[in-house]
């Protein structure tokens, strides 16, 4: 084991929160609504309802668009970060981080999406959030598409899967490089864009019960995204030419439950169909595997002229990426404990530790996939979540004492450490959830991965005040030392 823990001058040591699970103001300023403000607490919805929270269906979202209440839908008040930026940005900067991730609501810029000209008071809110972010030594790293879309897309276009919503995107896209080309020189297209195979809602707008071929529809606003994806890289380029653009991950590193083939394979074919994604994003082409999927489950991905040529030219600059958890794999599962608590479920590793919220801790894990991805694509890695989601509790005297948030930190930092030993490019990394924010599969308050204490509870009660916990001291000694 090293000892030596510096990095690279002008590592890049930050936080990362989304617009949709920080800002709230949902309805102000000319916001239109998106579909992150119909997501419901899951403590105010029934359990079977809860699974499909996800792939939501027709009438939920007639109700969570006729619903004003602001209680059942966390992410419509988010933690006021909308009006409070000032203060936390203040906070961050105390803290010493050098970048901060965070995304453009679409719906502040063009609420319903298909206008032709930009809602100016949605633009003017971001130049203030950039300026304030700048005037803290804080360099802006920003996500185009975080888990969220205007609702006028998804009922009047069928969110992604509509070819048409690329060039409206576009048009978002042209708008906010324009606009803040001075002030931002890192940006992401697409947060885990591989998330819309999981939720399809989330992700691209599509409500399964309107699609007789769900997975067909997923496919294809893929594509759609890749497409959309491609054109930011180019129009980064042509409009920010000092400015650098990369694709986002999901990282989901399996292990195989044995050494039996069965498993490795297993294995194999999952971290496989993970890197589809970057592959299509950095090597520009659909890889071989994928199309032997999609002949063998009879899908067809129209594409249109000059999309091969474009994807292959136009590929990221970075890959960004989440990591929070491995997972196993096997062939067979049955009778195996296996691991709830995920999206991703799968067999139960017997080696790691896990979260308040059942997620395998595994820091060598974060290791490895630097090493895969890094071997695979040779470019450079930010990774741009990673952090611990567990029930904090306030002493009396006001203080937050989080040594097990600290702890996370602390070893996954060290096996980042490892990576660039092994000789992985790595440009960052931003703590998810750097502040107290809505927890995105839950939509609950109780969720904590901040560095800051944000006192709201799940149902919207609370001062909202902020409050520094112990892991914000431990990470700010961290970030005067580069990390030593
Ligand atoms: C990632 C998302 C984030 C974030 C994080 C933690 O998938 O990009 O938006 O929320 O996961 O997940 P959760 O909030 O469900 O614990």
């Not at 010493?96 to 679409?106: D, E, H, N």
Request: aromatic residues 12%; proline residues 4%; negative net charge.
């Amino acid at each position: 084991m090293t000892t030596t823990r510096t990095f690279p001058e002008g590592f890049l040591w930050g936080g990362a929160i989304a617009a949709n699970q920080a800002e709230g103001a949902w309805n102000v300023a000319g916001k239109g609504i998106s579909t992150a403000d119909t997501a419901m607490n899951k403590k105010n919805i029934s359990k079977s309802d809860y699974k499909k929270q996800n792939a939501v269906s027709s009438e939920q979202l007639a109700a969570a668009l006729e619903d004003q209440s602001t209680v059942n839908y966390p992410k419509r008040r988010g933690i006021d970060f909308y009006h409070r930026y000032p203060e936390d940005l203040a906070l961050m900067g105390e803290m010493g981080i050098k970048t901060l991730r965070t995304s453009i609501a679409w719906t502040r810029i063009f609420p319903n999406g298909n206008e032709t000209q930009p809602n100016e008071e949605g633009l003017l809110f971001y130049d203030r959030l950039l300026d304030e972010m700048i005037k803290n030594g804080i360099e802006p790293l920003v996500t185009l598409s975080h888990y969220e879309m205007p609702m006028y897309l998804v009922d009047h276009y069928g969110g992604w899967t509509s070819r048409e919503v690329v060039d409206i995107f576009v048009r978002f896209t042209t708008t906010v490089f324009n606009r803040y080309k001075d002030k931002v020189k890192y940006w992401i297209t697409f947060n885990e864009i591989d998330g819309i195979v999981r939720h399809p809602f989330t992700n691209g707008g599509i409500v399964p019960d309107r699609f007789e071929n769900v997975e067909q529809a997923v496919y294809q606003a893929l594509h759609h995204q890749f497409i959309a994806s491609a054109y930011a890289v180019k129009l980064c380029h042509e409009i920010i030419p000092d400015a650098q653009i990369g694709c986002m991950l999901t990282s989901l590193l399996h292990y195989p439950h044995t050494c039996n083939p069965l498993d490795v394979l297993a294995a194999h074919k999952n971290n496989q169909f993970n890197l589809f994604f970057t592959d299509v994003q950095v090597r520009g082409t659909y890889p071989g595997y994928i199309e032997r999927y999609f002949r063998e489950q009879g899908i067809t991905i129209e594409k249109a002229e000059g999309d091969s040529d474009l994807l292959k030219e136009y590929t990221a600059d970075f890959i960004s990426f989440s990591y929070y958890n491995s997972f196993v794999a096997s062939a067979d599962s049955e009778g195996l404990e296996t691991v709830s608590g995920n999206t991703m479920g799968g067999v139960k590793n017997p080696y790691l530790p896990v979260s308040d919220w059942g997620w395998q801790i595994d820091p060598i894990g974060l290791r490895l996939a630097l090493n895969h991805l890094y071997s695979r694509y040779q470019v450079p890695l930010f990774i741009v979540e990673n952090g611990l989601g567990a029930y904090d509790n306030v002493e009396e005297d006001g203080t937050i004492s989080d040594p097990y948030r600290i702890e996370y930190l602390r070893s996954h930092i060290e096996q980042m450490h490892e990576a660039l030993l092994d000789g992985v490019e790595i440009m960052g990394y931003t703590v998810w959830g750097i502040i107290d924010l809505i927890s995105y599969s839950s939509s609950e308050m109780e969720k904590r991965y901040g560095l800051i204490h944000v006192d709201q509870d799940n149902d919207g009660n609370g001062t909202l005040e902020r409050r520094r916990k112990e892991s914000f001291f431990w990470y700010q000694n961290l970030i005067s030392n580069n990390g030593l």
